[in-house]
């Protein structure tokens, strides 16, 4: 099983940045992918962004392209979302998930998951 811990989110200005953090635990996801996606109150969850854990080819979700970027460091376990130029409509929580179906955009897909983090952007 894998355990995945977000942290970093909090209160941020439209325009503004952030970065999330993704720490993976347990067994390892380098078959596989992580990704970030993000639940806003009354919506369904939507793709933000998936890294390969292996090879780092990266898929992002229409809405953050250009503004969000996803990394990761293999030596820590560690996936990370930076977000910049941020938006109200950013406005979420935030899960790290891991799938093994490559990039996948689809939240159903998506196996193991952190507990999220909030965001929440201001106008």
């Known amino acids: 099983q894998v355990q995945l811990v977000e942290s970093g989110g909090g209160l941020v200005q439209a325009g503004g940045s952030l970065r999330l953090t993704c720490e993976a635990s347990?067994?390892?996801?380098?078959?596989?992918?992580v990704g970030w996606l993000r639940q806003a109150p009354g919506k369904d969850r939507e793709f933000v962004a998936a890294i390969n854990w292996y090879l780092g080819f990266t898929n992002y979700g229409d809405s953050v392209k250009g503004r969000f970027t996803i990394s990761k460091d293999n030596a820590k376990n560690t996936v990370y979302l930076q977000m910049y130029n941020v938006k109200p409509e950013d406005t979420a929580v935030y899960y790290c998930?891991?799938?093994?179906?490559?990039?996948?955009?689809?939240?159903?897909?998506?196996?193991?998951w952190g507990q999220g983090t909030q965001v929440t952007v201001s106008s």
């Open positions: 998930a891991s799938t093994r179906q490559g990039l996948t955009p689809d939240p159903g897909l998506y196996n193991y």
């Open positions: 347990g067994r390892t996801v380098t078959s596989g992918a």
